[in-house]
């Protein structure tokens, strides 16, 4: 059993090839700016200040890697859809996730999120697109479903399977929901 309250950061690359030294399994984190990447990072290892929040989106610029228990790295990458202050987070998303993806054999599962007031835009479907094209693992984790009503989810579930994506696949995550959160931990942990 992983204790995902044993967590730590250990440092933000600017690509892959400077990782930790350290070879673990990685879990990969990707979603639109501001969709509640930190948010999760925190609540899932329950450290308020594990991973930096913000209220502005494109925070993020780098791969920020987590060592939980141990056992693996949680990996933040930039979140895609937002250009901030002249950069262009989806160019910088793109070259970074090219060197990343690329003959990764630590990669064990990637977690993309979406957030529950959202529909799928275009970078969400390339993202799931390229995943599926290089029959790389991965859950859609549904953030902030606290904050949608249940006839709002009904739709939402509706537009996953008008986008063919499967729903045993999904998880729905509230930071504010300790259940939903092991579920998700417990989802990791057993493709690990």
Not at 72 to 79: E, R
Not at 125 to 138: E, F, K, S
Not at 175 to 184: M, T
Request: net charge positive; aromatic share 10%.
């Amino acid at each position: 059993m992983i204790d995902f309250n044993n967590a730590t950061f250990i440092k933000s690359c600017p690509n892959r090839e400077s990782k930790p030294q350290e070879i673990k399994p990685e879990v990969l984190i990707v979603g639109r700016s501001n969709v509640g990447k930190s948010s999760l990072i925190n609540a899932l290892t329950n450290k308020k200040k594990l991973a930096f929040t913000s209220k502005k989106p494109g925070h993020t610029r780098l791969l920020n890697y987590y060592d939980i228990d141990n056992r693996f790295y949680l990996v933040d990458a930039p979140g895609y859809g937002y250009a901030r202050g002249g950069i262009n987070l989806d160019k910088l998303f793109s070259k970074m996730m090219t060197s990343y993806f690329l003959n990764n054999n630590e990669l064990k599962l990637v977690l993309v999120l979406l957030d529950a007031r959202r529909t799928i835009n275009e970078d969400d479907q390339q993202i799931i697109d390229y995943l599926r094209q290089y029959n790389l693992p991965y859950y859609l984790v549904i953030t902030k479903i606290d904050k949608v009503n249940q006839k709002e989810k009904a739709a939402l579930e509706k537009h996953l399977r008008e986008k063919q994506l499967v729903l045993d696949d999904i998880y729905y995550a509230s930071i504010q929901s300790s259940s939903s959160l092991n579920l998700l931990r417990k989802g990791i942990e057993k493709r690990l």
